[in-house]
């Protein structure tokens, strides 16, 4: 189902990068396991301050992957979390009273890569207007579905996004680029971080991490930063 392990590594330079706060609330819609929200914590709690005041949440559609996600934020003592099953893209768990989408801090994920089966029929009338960050992604392929998920859930002031992807997202034509267009013009994407092959267990498919911001600090207005980290990285079992 296009659903890997996402290596410690990865993990530890996305929510570094995320940077996450002591206020933060942190969302992760395809969260597995659960390992980035855990880390998240982590960070916080390794320099020094509480995760008191922050709120974790996930959905996970794989029910035993959920159910570990659970009990893993309850060994790691991640007591204000909530994990939820059910498909993202199709039926979004996360919404507040008036039936909008909830928006966090933090939106960070490994989603199920380049999903077939991912709600293309239903995408142009989302009740939650996800399309509207570029259009419709192709109906044999959700990666840019999450992204406009993920972008949709992020807060309108301080949200920012942090997402695993196949490199395919960064050349794929017709619908994909044109949501990657918009993605530029909004001045929303800020890093595009290459990632080598063979990084995730049974994949060997190059990835690549995409930062997205609602807000981006004065000096990135207008540009996006590519770093080809393909070489970055030691090999080992």
């Not at 017709?174 to 990632?195: H, N, P």
Request: with cysteine; net charge negative; proline share 6%.
């Amino acid at each position: 189902a296009g659903q890997f392990f996402t290596p410690r590594a990865v993990i530890d330079l996305l929510v570094r990068i995320l940077d996450p706060q002591p206020t933060d609330t942190i969302y992760d819609p395809a969260c597995g396991s659960a390992g980035m929200l855990i880390e998240s914590a982590n960070s916080v709690l390794e320099s020094g301050k509480s995760v008191a005041k922050m709120r974790f949440y996930g959905q996970e559609v794989n029910q035993t992957s959920s159910a570990i996600g659970r009990m893993n934020l309850y060994i790691h003592d991640v007591d204000d979390a909530e994990v939820v099953r059910g498909d993202t893209l199709r039926d979004p768990k996360f919404v507040d009273e008036l039936g909008k989408l909830s928006t966090f801090d933090i939106v960070i994920a490994n989603p199920p890569f380049s999903l077939k089966e991912w709600g293309h029929e239903n995408w142009a009338t989302d009740p939650h207007r996800r399309s509207e960050h570029g259009g419709v992604p192709p109906k044999k392929n959700g990666d840019m579905a999450w992204i406009q998920h993920m972008l949709a859930s992020a807060d309108p002031d301080t949200g920012r996004v942090g997402v695993v992807m196949p490199h395919g997202v960064l050349f794929r034509s017709g619908d994909e680029a044109k949501i990657r267009q918009y993605l530029i013009e909004a001045d929303l994407l800020e890093t595009v971080i290459g990632l080598g092959p063979n990084l995730f267990y049974g994949a060997a498919i190059p990835a690549c991490l995409l930062i997205l911001r609602k807000h981006k600090e004065k000096d990135r207005l207008g540009t996006v930063r590519i770093i080809d980290g393909s070489k970055r990285f030691q090999t080992g079992r």
